[in-house]
């Protein structure tokens, strides 16, 4: 067997399979709202990330993932907390004066808060939190940008879009912290509207700038050079978008219960084929564009991307032989513990055994310089 | 190998041409220096070269560019990407993924190189950019020479027959610029490269160059051998300065060139009176004692104890990451110390209101643009005057002051670098804080606009002010500064006057100093009026 079939030689996973391991754990969070399942599902995000992600910067990322979630929940609440549409169950914890609004706009300002009304909630934040975190953990084990790499070459435009976008979605935040320090160099204390608009002028501008710059290094490095004939490659384009737009109604029905069933999986495996077929077509249209050292698919890639899928598979199942176990039917009593469910999440845990470690960025001379017998030399 | 014939190339919405009717020729194998004033077309003739302008750009081109043989109208950039190579100002802008190994392959991935050949070619850029302890770093992760070093090979892998940057060393300090430079000159050497390279410290890229190509601004290109083009351009680095000064012939363009001719005019220079350098400066604005600042586990600032005071402009400089920035943010409340303290008029600037901050301390930041958020020069003057509560049109009288002669209803983003800097800089000094704070001012600025800054800096310290200035420019801090300030790794390691601390520095030594070592000398003004002096009498 060569190296990389071995889950303990050390190289980075293919992202690909990091990306359907975290939309097989958000699956099956997305069809309950039972805490115990979805704590489990976010501590297997948490465990995993821990074991596997590297020393880059986009590794740190599942932290800020995880602050906003949290923060997710808590607005969720407030939100229950001041707009309580209806006072669900009977047991009040405390009452807010209350605003009465017009009857037909079916809401309340304050009002009494029950108990089962804020676990709700929070149930409900939870589940959202946890997908969130899925999608953080697969963006800081599988960087989005080595993901991209896979975008085929005739998705020319579709490729400088998301460059863009992943290069300025964080910028925009350092950007943004930067000019807001700066203005208290003016006297402001940057709040309100005015000191939004005083931000944002500097902000967006910047970021445009920049993004017409990184556009324009691209072209001069060739990208999008070698894309075949036209016919052809309006034709893989067309296919592939197509493609990746049944995937995403496919994740979108299995993360969403309430869509009729044939959103799902039968969606999900449609769109694949379109898009496999599309970038088929477009190679064999010879769209030139070659791939240095790419990620093997061997068997710790098909490891993590099936625990994935047994989380779905689990949750699934559970779905559709105990249905009482993933959606509650009060909030208040000790939730059940959903096995099938449960089974599949623990499962999802494996990668943190199964992928491989990823390797030391420092050079083996570095790291013998650094190791304690380097050091009298 | 790069060739312009007849080029007349007009911007849209441009009532003049950019360029008019240039011919110019560079023959293969030549590092060809670009220089001009910001603003008079230097980026849009790098551009032509490898068809940015006018596919990306807009505009209409006239006259015909070709490079080894292929015309830019009917190629595209992307077309011409295994021809040219192209650098950007800002390295980390033009950055496409995650890590070095994978920024090197990018290019050679979209020409659709067999994977042997990629792998090849990386393990040799790696190799000859001295790269190689940095395959799998991540590009955030790195120090600007090396990303600097990155963006060139990222753009070697595809074995271009031409290198063009854009002021690839603005952002570096001394020493990493080197470093940058002697990869260069080992490409064209070793591998016969040609390369076109636009930058505006001349002192640094000069003494490398086979041809120098001025670009005046008004549309005309003045190509020649450095020697000719610099004899007469009214920009020029110190060392062709100095060598006008001496009246030597042909004028020398390395310090080594000049060091040989320099004994007699040391010895003319023996008699001479050296410059008045005593400064007169009255109480401390600012001081800290022990400042230690620290993010996470980094130590930014170890122990630093310093004061400043009324009347001196004191010169911060270090290494990229050694803790300039930090030390600036401290003394405007951006950052709090971790322990020690820093005080500025007898308050810690933390503390202050952001109202009463920008009475006691101003800090033009390193991206002059970030204090700037209305969409003309006349509001921008008219906030400013409203947010430091003075009489209106204070900082319109000042930055006419500073830049005579720019319209109301200019938007801040078209303005030139300088102008934007003294716009940002009239912004601070409307509310007259005490201590001023720049931060890295020279970068992108012309020679023309150096000068300017210069006078203005005189201007404040004569009038009281308290300057502090993080720099890598070592020319500017002969100009200008009283007293340098060195940081490495978070600690004061020298704090002086300036000839104390520069003459004997390799790194920061003025050109000047070097060719006259080890007599102070600083700048070509200071030995022209010393041998004036000197001269009275025969």
Redo the contacts between chains.
């Keep these: 067997m060569r190296p990389q079939h071995f889950p303990h030689h050390p190289r980075h996973l293919h992202p690909g399979a990091w990306w359907l391991w975290a939309v097989g754990l958000a699956a099956a969070a997305g069809r309950t709202q039972n805490p115990v399942p979805l704590l489990l599902a976010l501590a297997v995000t948490g465990f995993v990330v821990g074991a596997r992600r590297s020393t880059a910067p986009w590794a740190r990322s599942y932290t800020a993932f995880l602050r906003l979630a949290l923060l997710l929940i808590a607005v969720r609440v407030l939100f229950q907390v001041l707009l309580s549409a209806s006072a669900e169950g009977p047991t009040v914890l405390f009452t807010l004066p209350s605003l009465a609004l017009p009857a037909t706009s079916g809401l309340k300002l304050g009002g009494a808060v029950t108990l089962e009304a804020l676990l709700q909630a929070t149930y409900e934040g939870l589940q959202l939190a946890v997908i969130l975190c899925c999608v953080g953990a697969a963006n800081a084990l599988g960087s989005a940008r080595r993901l991209l790499r896979y975008v085929p070459a005739a998705l020319y435009e579709i490729g400088v879009a998301c460059v863009i976008a992943l290069t300025f979605a964080p910028q925009l935040v350092t950007d943004a912290a930067r000019v807001r320090q700066a203005h208290r160099l003016r006297g402001h204390r940057g709040r309100g509207l005015r000191g939004l608009r005083r931000l944002a002028m500097p902000v967006v501008e910047g970021a445009l700038e920049r993004s017409v710059e990184l556009a324009a290094a691209m072209d001069s490095r060739g990208y999008g050079r070698t894309t075949g004939d036209p016919l052809t490659r309006r034709r893989t384009g067309l296919l592939v978008l197509a493609g990746l737009l049944g995937l995403c109604v496919g994740v979108y029905g299995l993360l969403d219960v309430t869509t009729s069933a044939w959103l799902g999986a039968p969606m999900l495996l449609l769109g694949a084929l379109v898009a496999v077929t599309g970038v088929v077509a477009g190679r064999r249209g010879h769209t030139g564009r070659s791939r240095y050292r790419p990620d093997p698919w061997a068997l710790p890639e098909w490891a993590v991307t099936l625990s994935g899928v047994a989380a779905a598979a689990g949750a699934a199942l559970d779905a559709h032989l105990h249905p009482a176990l993933l959606v509650l039917a009060s909030p208040t009593a000790v939730p059940p513990v959903p096995l099938l469910a449960c089974a599949g999440i623990l499962l999802a845990a494996l990668p943190a055994v199964l992928a491989p470690p990823p390797p030391d960025s420092a050079t083996p001379a570095a790291r013998d310089a650094a190791s304690p017998l380097g050091v009298a030399a | 190998m790069i060739e312009l014939d007849g080029v007349t190339l007009t911007y849209d919405g441009a009532s003049a041409p950019v360029l008019r009717d240039v011919d110019l020729h560079v023959p293969e194998g030549e590092l060809a220096l670009v220089v001009g004033r910001t603003g008079s077309g230097k980026t849009s003739l790098l551009r032509l070269v ?3 302008v006018p ?2 750009s807009g505009g209409r081109l006239r006259g015909r560019v070709r490079v080894d043989g292929r015309d830019t109208a009917v190629h ?7 021809v ?3 650098v ?1 100002q ?1 390295p980390l ?7 070095v ?2 920024e090197l ?11 042997d050949v ?2 090849k070619r ?1 393990e040799e850029t790696l190799d000859l950019l001295g790269l ?2 940095l ?4 590009l ?2 790195l120090s600007g020479g090396q990303q600097q070093r990155v963006a060139i090979g ?2 070697l892998t ?1 074995h271009p027959r031409v290198l063009v940057l854009d002021e690839p060393t603005s952002a570096l300090d001394p020493l990493a610029a080197e470093e940058v430079l002697a990869v260069l000159q080992r490409l064209v050497h070793d591998l016969g490269l040609t390369v076109l390279l636009a930058e505006h410290r001349l002192e640094r890229v000069a003494q490398y160059a086979d041809r120098v190509i001025l670009v005046p601004g008004d549309g005309s290109v003045v190509s020649g051998t450095p020697a000719e083009v610099l004899a007469t351009s009214p920009i020029a680095p110190p060392v062709v300065e100095l060598g006008r000064v001496a009246g030597w012939h042909p004028l020398p363009l390395t310090v080594r060139d000049a060091r040989r001719r320099a004994p007699a005019l040391r010895e003319r220079l023996t008699t001479a009176d050296l410059p008045d350098r005593r400064t007169t400066s009255g109480g401390v604005v600012a001081q800290t004692t022990d400042l230690t600042v620290t993010y996470g586990r980094v130590n930014a600032l170890r122990g630093v104890s310093t004061r400043l005071a009324r009347g001196e402009v004191v010169a911060l400089m270090g290494r990229n990451g050694a803790g300039k920035s930090t030390l600036l943010r401290a003394l ?3 950052r709090r110390p971790t322990s020690g303290r820093v005080e500025v008029i007898g308050t810690a600037p933390a503390d202050l209101r ?2 009463d ?2 009475r006691h301390v ?2 033009v ?1 390193q ?1 002059p ?7 003309s020069v006349g509001d921008e003057c008219a906030e ?1 005057d409203r ?2 509560q003075v009489p209106a049109g204070t900082t319109r009288a000042l930055f006419d002051r500073l830049s005579p002669g720019v319209p109301d209803e200019r938007h801040p ?1 078209d303005l030139s670098e300088g102008q934007r800097l003294t716009l940002a800089l009239a ?2 000094l409307a ?1 007259r804080p005490p201590l001023v704070l720049l931060d890295e001012p020279t970068r992108g600025l012309d020679y023309t606009a150096k000068h300017r800054l210069v006078e203005i800096l005189r201007d404040l310290v004569a009038e009281g002010h308290g300057v502090l200035l993080a720099t890598h420019d070592v020319e500017l801090v002969a100009e200008v500064a009283t007293r340098v300030l060195v940081i490495a790794d978070g600690e004061v390691v020298a704090d002086g006057p300036t000839v104390d601390v520069v003459v004997s520095s390799p790194a920061f030594a003025p050109q000047v100093a070097k060719v006259l070592a080890p007599a102070p000398w600083l700048t070509p003004t200071e030995v022209a009026v010393a041998l004036a002096g000197s001269e009275v009498p025969r």
């Design positions: 490898n068809g940015l596919h990306f595209r950039p992307r077309d011409l990407a295994d040219v190579g192209l950007g800002d802008a033009g950055f496409v993924t995650d890590n190994e994978d392959a990018y290019g050679m991935e979209s020409l659709g190189l067999p994977g990629m792998r990386v190689a302890e395959r799998g770093r991540p955030t992760d990222a753009v595809t405007v409340g951006m952001a109202g901050l920008l101003g800090l930041p991206v643009g970030d204090l700037l958020y209305t969409s400013a947010d430091a983003r912004v601070v509310a």
